[in-house]
């Protein structure tokens, strides 16, 4: 199904908000199809991918394929707990890259700690364009992320 969407997505030019939140069954596959369609302009302003059980490999290939989207203003990325340092490391590269459109993004209740604030932060250092980043609900977070 997830293989289907993607596919359907990519000939997509009405479509702006898709909320796939809670979807924890889809698979690397399809997983894999659908950040293929995110690398190219899909019209997709606002795009919901919470509590969807995504692991490093697929955070990984989700934030690469931002890099390249233009359209994308606002991403949902809460309650993903497989995501360890490294998958989020992908985000900090994300948040670097000057062509990014997004405003809003919104980690919350995620497994992120002091050594990814820090990196976050440092990444977003030259960002202009993000208005929102939302860290609320890691207690692993502490004065040192802060």
Same mark, same amino acid.
């Given at each position: 199904a997830?293989?289907?969407?993607? @596919?359907? %997505?990519?000939q997509?030019r009405? &479509? /702006? /908000?898709?909320?796939?939140?809670? @979807? +924890?069954?889809?698979?690397? +596959? $399809?997983?894999?199809a659908f950040s293929?369609?995110l690398?190219?302009d899909?019209? %997709?302003?606002a795009l919901?991918?919470? =509590?969807? #059980?995504?692991?490093?490999?697929?955070?990984?290939?989700?934030?690469?394929s931002?890099t390249n989207? +233009?359209s994308l203003?606002?991403?949902? !990325?809460? $309650? #993903? %707990?497989s995501?360890?340092?490294? $998958?989020?490391a992908? !985000?900090?590269?994300? !948040?670097?890259?000057? =062509?990014? *459109?997004?405003v809003?993004?919104h980690l919350? *209740? #995620?497994?992120?700690?002091?050594?990814?604030a820090?990196? !976050?932060?440092?990444? &977003?250092?030259n @960002?202009? *364009? &993000?208005?929102? %980043?939302d860290?609320?609900? #890691?207690?692993?977070i502490?004065a040192? $992320?802060?």
């Open positions: 997830a293989v289907d969407l993607a @596919n359907s %997505l990519s997509n009405t &479509l /702006k /908000k898709l909320n796939l939140c809670g @979807n +924890r069954s889809v698979a690397t +596959r $399809g997983w894999m293929t369609v690398q190219t899909s019209r %997709l302003a919901g991918l919470s =509590d969807c #059980n995504i692991s490093n490999e697929v955070a990984v290939m989700i934030a690469t931002l989207n +233009r203003r606002l991403l949902s !990325f809460s $309650g #993903n %707990l995501i360890t340092a490294t $998958g989020w992908a !985000f900090s590269t994300l !948040f670097q890259n000057p =062509d990014s *459109r997004l809003s993004i919350c *209740r #995620n497994n992120i700690g002091d050594e990814v820090v990196s !976050f932060a440092t990444s &977003l250092a @960002n202009r *364009r &993000l208005e929102i %980043l860290l609320s609900g #890691n207690p692993s502490t040192v $992320g802060w």
